[in-house]
Every structure is written in structure tokens, then in C-alpha cells.
């Protein structure tokens, strides 16, 4: 079974901080993403990434950067935390084999 | 521009009755197209999928039923088990682009299945 782990489930920040959420997967799989989900918004892409190093944005890529250093591993960062970046930000990596995601559990961001 | 649409946010339905969940696409480009389920505090899962040389797929309980010409794809659950309370996302892609795993989501529509 893939599995896709997250760094933390709840995170609360302060307005201005600078924030990381880490995602690794247990699977060599070279596609990794980035979503937030907001009720209402769906699943909206903020980063994916295609191999180590590589990255492209997505949808919504304002006010956030990402780290793949290496194959497992793939950071996204919050700059200046504000309070619109309060969240739950999924981590889902693909295969290219298949076309489905495989997601983590979720980090719950709260900025105040 | 949305180009996957799930047009009913919420949807109730009575254990043992079908659920109906609608999705339409505008991207002629989408060739291949994916049902996930979420519950609250998790992530995604993959539930079922289609590709475009096929008009149906059945797995179990679950059915998904594709109409190209309507550009129009519904997931169907029978018998619905309050269980299968959760928001269900439709998501699309083209097998052929260079990001093929880069699907594109719904809104996602809750159902709640009373017991």
C-alpha cells in the first residue's frame, strides 16, 4: 500500500510567520502535489512537482514556494503566513502507471 | 473558467435507496475521469474510475456511468450505507498530456446517508 505521510495534522501559526508543511511518501513515486481545500472550493492545486528539483505551479500559487531535494520528500512553505491561508492542505503523490493520487491525511492550518 | 463541475453541494438520501452523483466536464481534452471519497479529517481516496472508450464501470456498489456527447459523468451507489456519508469528488484528465496525473477537481458534493 502507498502511504503518504504529513508532518503535522494540526498546526495553528501566528499572522507573518513562516510556515512548513512537509509531505513524504513511501512509494518512488516521481509526481507530487500540493492542494488546499476549502468547503465550497474543492481541491484547488497550489504546486506539483515531477521529479527532484523540478517544480511547476499550479492553480494558486501566490503567497506559497515548495522544496523537493529529494525523491521522497516535498516541502510546501508559507512565506508570511496571513490569516487567508488558513486551511487544510492535502499532500498526494501519482504514478505513472495509473492516473489516480494517493493523498495523506491532511494538515490542518489555522493563522491567527 | 471551471472545468469540472459538481453542481449539488449536498445531496441526503435513505439507507438502502440509490445515490446519484452528478459531474460535467467542458475540456474536451479529458479522457479519463476519477471518483474520490473523503471523510472529515482525512484525505482523499480513489473510488472508481472511467476512461472515455468505456460508458460504464461497476465496482460492488459502485457504478460510473459516462455520456461523451453530454460531456456528463454520474457516480451511482446501490444500496447507499450510512457509511457512505462523505464528500465525493469527481476529478478529469487527458491520459496523453504531459501531466497526465495532474487531475482536475470538482467542488465536491457531502452525501449523507440516513439510516
Known amino acids: 500500500d502507498v502511504k503518504v505521510t504529513q508532518s503535522s495534522r494540526y498546526l495553528v501559526k501566528r499572522t507573518g510567520e513562516k510556515v512548513f508543511l512537509e509531505c513524504v511518501q513511501d512509494m518512488d513515486h516521481e509526481n507530487m502535489f500540493w492542494y488546499r481545500q476549502d468547503p465550497g472550493l474543492g481541491l484547488r492545486l497550489i504546486y506539483f512537482s515531477y521529479d527532484v528539483k523540478m517544480k511547476e505551479k499550479g492553480d494558486i500559487p501566490e503567497g506559497y514556494s515548495v522544496s523537493r531535494e529529494k525523491k521522497e520528500r516535498f516541502s510546501l512553505i508559507l512565506e508570511s503566513a496571513s490569516t487567508n491561508q488558513t486551511s487544510m492542505y492535502l499532500c498526494?503523490?501519482?504514478?505513472?502507471?495509473?492516473?489516480?493520487?494517493?493523498f495523506g491525511p491532511g494538515t490542518r492550518l489555522t493563522v491567527t | 473558467d471551471q472545468q469540472v463541475k459538481q453542481n449539488s453541494p449536498s445531496l441526503s438520501v435513505q439507507e438502502g435507496r440509490i445515490s446519484i452523483l452528478n459531474c460535467d466536464y467542458t475540456?474536451?481534452?479529458?479522457?479519463?475521469f476519477l471518483w474520490y471519497k473523503k471523510y472529515p479529517a482525512e484525505g482523499p481516496t480513489f473510488l472508481i474510475s472511467i476512461s472515455s472508450i468505456k460508458d460504464k464501470n461497476e465496482d460492488g456498489r459502485f457504478t460510473v456511468f459516462l455520456n461523451k456527447s453530454a460531456k456528463h459523468l454520474s457516480l451511482h451507489i446501490v444500496p447507499s450505507q450510512p457509511g457512505d456519508s462523505a464528500v465525493y469528488f469527481c476529478?478529469?484528465?487527458?491520459?496523453?498530456?504531459?501531466?497526465?496525473?495532474?487531475?482536475?477537481f470538482g467542488d465536491g458534493t457531502t452525501l449523507t446517508v440516513k439510516p
Open positions: 475540456n474536451s481534452m479529458f479522457d479519463y
Open positions: 498526494a503523490t501519482y504514478w505513472t502507471s495509473g492516473y489516480e493520487q494517493y
Open positions: 476529478a478529469a484528465t487527458g491520459r496523453y498530456d504531459t501531466n497526465a496525473g495532474k487531475s482536475t
